[in-house]
């Protein structure tokens, strides 16, 4: 089935996405291992590290929660909607679509009030503004947004839902 813009555009970024959290994981990593022998070889710390590893860890969960979403592989408890009849089963499943949307769209602009109200607040280690760790509210929800605006232009062209990979033990 042909994609359409917006997918095509959600695959693009979920690729790109993709491909940052694997390099922070790489290079959180490397920090932690230096920050070890560092510390327990040299006996001397690194001083920077640890503001570095939880900042990065942040960055990497909200990235890492937008390409969650996208695939649509959030856990959810169903037991309660498929206790439901089937005709509202679908109608709560394409309301959350929209009120998902709505949420997600507010904690980003939220989330970029909050990155220019922090702009000049300075990190103690690190000496960066306090806006870099919390952008990634804002950076993560956008994506997040889009993805919601894909899942549900899905819905409207009638399309199922974008199904999660499972893991079979």
């Not at 990065?56 to 979403?69: G, H, K, P, Q, R």
């Amino acid at each position: 089935m042909a994609e359409g813009r917006l997918e095509t555009l959600c695959n693009r970024l979920e690729k790109i996405t993709l491909a940052v959290t694997m390099a922070m994981c790489l290079v959180m990593l490397v920090v932690a291992w230096m920050h070890v022998v560092k510390r327990y070889v040299f006996n001397d710390a690194l001083t920077w590290s640890e503001e570095f590893l939880r900042f990065a860890i942040v960055w990497y969960a909200l990235l890492s929660a937008s390409i969650l979403y996208k695939r649509n592989g959030h856990l959810g408890i169903t037991i309660f909607r498929e206790m439901m009849p089937i005709k509202l089963q679908q109608i709560l499943a394409r309301t959350v679509i929209y009120l998902m949307v709505l949420t997600i769209a507010t904690v980003t602009v939220y989330g970029a009030i909050l990155v220019y109200n922090t702009r000049f607040q300075i990190t103690p280690a690190l000496g960066i503004s306090v806006s870099w760790p919390y952008a990634a509210i804002p950076v993560s929800f956008f994506l997040m947004t889009i993805y919601g605006l894909m899942h549900i232009s899905r819905d409207i062209k009638g399309l199922p839902p974008i199904q999660a990979e499972t893991v079979d033990e």
